[in-house]
């Protein structure tokens, strides 16, 4: 667990949340392509990916509700990284910003 201070140096008012960052985050943009038949084609670009997810920018479209599983196909200038969209799940948001994690 990873304590999440305030303004308080009170241990009793910290926060603790799981600290989710398991492996090292390359920042990178890479176009993505995330799918759901609920919501249709989203298209954004990555700030960050590890081996554990993404995090991935959104320009202009509703953001998906957290817990939702999607489709994930990674595009780069030259090519896709993956011609088979990856399943991944909706993590957090924040903005325009989601987080993904493989799944």
């Known amino acids: 667990m990873t304590f999440i201070t305030g303004i308080s140096n009170d241990p009793s008012r910290m926060h603790k949340v799981d600290d989710r960052r398991r492996t090292e985050r390359k920042s990178t943009s890479i176009r993505v392509e995330i799918t759901h038949p609920s919501i249709g084609t989203i298209i954004g670009s990555t700030r960050d990916i590890s081996d554990g ?11 998906p509700p957290l817990g939702t599983s999607v489709k994930v196909r990674f ?9 088979e969209p990856v399943d991944m799940k909706v993590m957090h948001h924040m903005r325009n910003t989601i987080g993904l994690m493989f799944a």
């Open 75 to 83: 595009i780069k200038m030259v090519g896709t990284v993956n011609q």
């Open 53 to 63: 997810g993404a995090s991935v920018k959104i320009e202009n479209h509703p953001i």
